[in-house]
C-alpha cells in the first residue's frame, strides 16, 4: 500500500479546502494547459481537458490521500484526459466517414490546421512523440517525471524525446530549402 502523500496542499485538496484548490490551479494549471495544448493541438480542447481534470480532483479528493505526487497525479490526469478526447475525435470522424475519405489516420488525433513550420513539424510527429515533447517541454516535466506519467521506462522516454528532435530537424531543415 502506497504510503501517501506528506504535501499540505494535498491534504488541503482532500480535505475540501478551497484555498488548496485555488493554489493547486495556481501552482499546476499553466503547464498542465501547455502540455494539453501540445497533446491535443486545440487550445479549446485543452483547455477543456484542463477544467475535466481539476473537477475530477475535487470529485475524487477523497482518493487523493494516497497520491505521493500531486504534480504526477495531475499530469496523468492530464494525459489520460487527452487520450478520451483524442478517442473522441477518432470516432466523430469515423462516423463522418472522414476515415474512409483518407482525412484522418486512424491511429493518430486529427491535427487542427498548424499555423507555423514549428507547428506543423509537431504535428506531424507521431502521437507518442508528440505526447513526450509535450510533457517534457510544454509540461516542463524530467525525464523520470514523464516516465512515471506514460507509466514506461526513462529510456524509452528518451528516445523518443530524441527520435521527436531527430524529426523536428529533419522537418524543419526540408522546410527552410
Known amino acids: 500500500m502506497p504510503r501517501g502523500s506528506d504535501d499540505p496542499l494535498v491534504a488541503g485538496l482532500v480535505a475540501g479546502r478551497e484555498e488548496a484548490l485555488a493554489a493547486a490551479y495556481e501552482q499546476f494549471a499553466g503547464?498542465?494547459?501547455?502540455?494539453?495544448?501540445?497533446?491535443?493541438?486545440?487550445?479549446?480542447?485543452?483547455?477543456?481537458?484542463?477544467?475535466?481534470?481539476?473537477?475530477?480532483?475535487?470529485?475524487?479528493?477523497?482518493?487523493?490521500?494516497?497520491?505521493?505526487?500531486?504534480?504526477?497525479?495531475?499530469?496523468?490526469?492530464?494525459?489520460?484526459?487527452?487520450?478520451?478526447?483524442?478517442?473522441?475525435?477518432?470516432?466523430?470522424?469515423?462516423?463522418?466517414?472522414?476515415?474512409?475519405?483518407?482525412?484522418?489516420?486512424?491511429?493518430?488525433?486529427?491535427?487542427?490546421?498548424?499555423?507555423?513550420?514549428?507547428?506543423?513539424a509537431l504535428r506531424a510527429l507521431p502521437a507518442e512523440q508528440r505526447e513526450v515533447v509535450a510533457l517534457k517541454i510544454d509540461g516542463g516535466l524530467t525525464f523520470a517525471e514523464t516516465a512515471a506519467v506514460l507509466g514506461m521506462s526513462i529510456n524509452t522516454v528518451a528516445s523518443r524525446y530524441r527520435y521527436a528532435l531527430e524529426k523536428l530537424r529533419q522537418r524543419l531543415g526540408e522546410e527552410r530549402t
Request: with cysteine; aromatic share 6%; hydrophobic share 45%.
Open 31 to 120: 503547464r498542465l494547459l501547455a502540455a494539453a495544448w501540445g497533446m491535443l493541438g486545440s487550445r479549446e480542447e485543452a483547455e477543456d481537458a484542463v477544467q475535466e481534470v481539476f473537477l475530477n480532483l475535487v470529485r475524487s479528493r477523497s482518493s487523493l490521500a494516497e497520491v505521493e505526487s500531486l504534480q504526477g497525479y495531475l499530469f496523468t490526469a492530464i494525459r489520460h484526459a487527452a487520450v478520451r478526447r483524442w478517442q473522441r475525435r477518432r470516432r466523430d470522424c469515423a462516423s463522418a466517414d472522414l476515415v474512409a475519405a483518407g482525412n484522418v489516420a486512424a491511429s493518430d488525433p486529427p491535427r487542427a490546421e498548424p499555423s507555423g513550420r514549428l507547428e506543423r
